[in-house]
């Protein structure tokens, strides 16, 4: 599974699963959309400032799926918002490797690990596997979760260090929240196309043609989700601006919808399997 030519960024309110009464239902609707952006590729989450503010239970659910399974135990600790993680279902993406074995891992492979231990100019990182990975280089804090491409297994399981943007291959999603104002998130120079979706916005069909060519040529694509009370459109428009001002598509991807309202979760995977048929 390669990674995209484009980034794509997805952002979605921190009131999204407020309307459910229990943590169960969060938890479901938060493994709907953690499954969404991993299906189709996303790079990050934005989780943009909304009331009710449920950024926290968001933050660790979405964090614990994206997360490689061998790396549970360093990286979180007991907490109430994971009381049904395990309800979770598994991402499968390259980044969630089933080998346990070093016998079936090879050299030039990338795995992810925690950092456990070291001394001098070399380090340990937990990689999953009946041994750890020895890393040559100044030593990052213990604890901190980082990328390894495997080098050598025999003497001695070694590897390197290496950035996420170097990996060929989709390495998941990052997660991030926004203090700004949506509209200040989505005016930002970081993004070459910016696309609102809501129900009120143009016919998906209507505005086809002119999004894929302006999809292929960005580099770096905001896609912006709203909430079950209110639609990206009304927010925008009350912090006081006009959002065919700021955004470059608000498009309406459901049209014809059979029921009165479109959950989050629901308008992000139905978008993102419109927008996954344009060419890279």
Same mark, same amino acid.
């Given at each position: 599974m390669m990674k995209r030519r484009n980034s794509i960024t997805i952002a979605v309110p921190a009131s999204m699963v407020a309307e459910f009464n229990n943590l169960r239902d969060k938890t479901t609707a938060l493994a709907q959309l953690g499954r969404a952006a991993a299906i189709y590729r996303v790079d990050q989450i934005i989780i943009y400032r909304d009331q009710p503010d449920e950024s926290i239970t968001m933050k660790y659910i979405l964090g614990y799926m994206e997360t490689p399974q061998y790396l549970r135990k360093h990286l979180f600790d007991v907490r109430p918002e994971l009381q049904y993680a395990g309800t979770l279902p598994p991402l499968r993406t390259p980044h969630h490797p089933l080998e346990e074995s070093l016998s079936m891992i090879e050299v030039g492979d990338f795995r992810d690990g925690v950092v456990i231990g070291g001394s001098g100019y070399n380090y340990d990182v937990d990689i999953g596997l009946e041994v750890p990975i020895e890393?040559? *280089?100044?030593? &990052?804090?213990? *604890? !901190?979760?980082?990328?390894?491409?495997v080098m050598e297994k025999e003497p001695k399981l070694s590897g390197r260090s290496?950035?996420?943007?170097?990996? &060929?291959? /989709?390495w998941g999603y990052d997660l991030r929240g926004n203090k700004r104002r949506l509209s200040d998130l989505v005016h930002s120079p970081e993004w070459d196309l910016t696309i609102g979706t809501s129900r009120i916005g143009e016919p998906y069909d209507d505005v086809k043609t002119?999004?894929?060519a302006d999809w292929i040529e !960005?580099?770096?694509?905001?896609?912006?989700?709203?909430? /079950?009370?209110? *639609?990206v459109g009304e927010m925008i428009e009350r912090e006081g601006r006009k959002p065919e001002e700021i955004f470059d598509y608000m498009i309406n991807t459901i049209t014809d919808q059979g029921t009165a309202t479109v959950r989050t979760e629901e308008a992000v995977m139905?978008?993102?399997?419109?927008?996954?048929?344009?060419?890279?």
């Open positions: 890393v040559r *280089g100044k030593p &990052p804090t213990k *604890g !901190a979760r980082i990328t390894v491409e290496v950035k996420k943007k170097a990996i &060929p291959e /989709y002119r999004l894929e !960005a580099e770096n694509t905001l896609i912006v989700f709203g909430s /079950y009370k209110e *639609g139905s978008t993102l399997a419109i927008l996954n048929t344009f060419k890279e």
